[in-house]
């Protein structure tokens, strides 16, 4: 980090209080954590479904991202005066995979290999994953097929984590995230052909009641910085 972003923290500043959802949460926490080690400015990420969070983010919130563009934006919309548009950064894209059993005994290679019959898949409709599985698939033959083969929809990925976790007798294949695949020890990951994957966004904005505007924007100017960006790639991000 540039010696002018140290010359720049606040002496007496408060901590910083971060929301957003649990799929970015690894790779913030660990911004927040080097970026308190370099500057001395304290960061708290707080992360989870959104109804979890937000009566406590509406009182002491300086910043929310969002687990894909449209994520922060539906925050946005649904309770006007609390994000501070102007202050939005797009930050780093992270692209879909699809996690399989160890040793991946289905041979799964391309979404046709999902649409076979007696495929169990799980599906996050939510949590930054809407309409993902359809974006990837393409032909209404294949989102069809595939559809058959959900065999859960849930809303949350802490709630298809659980599930995975869980039950392992009971799905094959969960179409998600890559950076997913780290934080779930003994999953296999299948990076499908490059026509098959899609990438989604991860914002941040202030929110209009902070008042440590100074030292929030700091923090993302830190996001932005080389150094973030490594910690973000490490986590499966681009």
């Not at 799905?171 to 998600?176: F, G, L, P, S, V």
Request: charged share 20%; glycine share 8%; aromatic share 6%.
């Amino acid at each position: 980090m540039s010696p002018a972003l140290l010359a720049a923290a606040p002496a007496a500043a408060q901590t910083l209080h971060v929301y957003g959802p649990g799929g970015p949460a690894t790779a913030m926490k660990e911004c927040a954590a080097a970026f308190t080690k370099q500057t001395g400015l304290d960061v708290a990420v707080t992360a989870g479904p959104e109804p979890k969070w937000l009566a406590q983010a509406q009182q002491d919130a300086d910043l929310v991202y969002g687990g894909a563009e449209y994520m922060l934006t539906q925050t946005a919309l649904a309770h006007p005066g609390f994000i501070d548009e102007a202050s939005r950064t797009s930050l780093y894209a992270r692209e879909s995979a699809v996690l399989v059993r160890p040793g991946n005994p289905l041979h799964i290679k391309r979404l046709e290999d999902l649409a076979r019959p007696g495929v169990r898949l799980l599906d996050v409709n939510g949590a930054g994953q809407m309409g993902m599985t359809e974006d990837m698939a393409r032909s209404s033959a294949l989102i069809s097929n595939l559809q058959h083969n959900t065999k859960t929809s849930v809303k949350t990925s802490a709630e298809a984590v659980a599930l995975w976790q869980q039950k392992p007798q009971d799905y094959d294949a969960w179409i998600t995230y890559a950076s997913w695949q780290p934080r779930l020890p003994g999953s296999a990951l299948v990076r499908l052909p490059r026509d098959q994957r899609v990438s989604r966004g991860t914002p941040i904005a202030l929110t209009q009641r902070t008042t440590q505007a100074a030292a929030a924007r700091q923090f993302v100017a830190f996001l932005q910085s080389a150094d973030g960006h490594a910690i973000f790639r490490r986590n499966g991000w681009e």
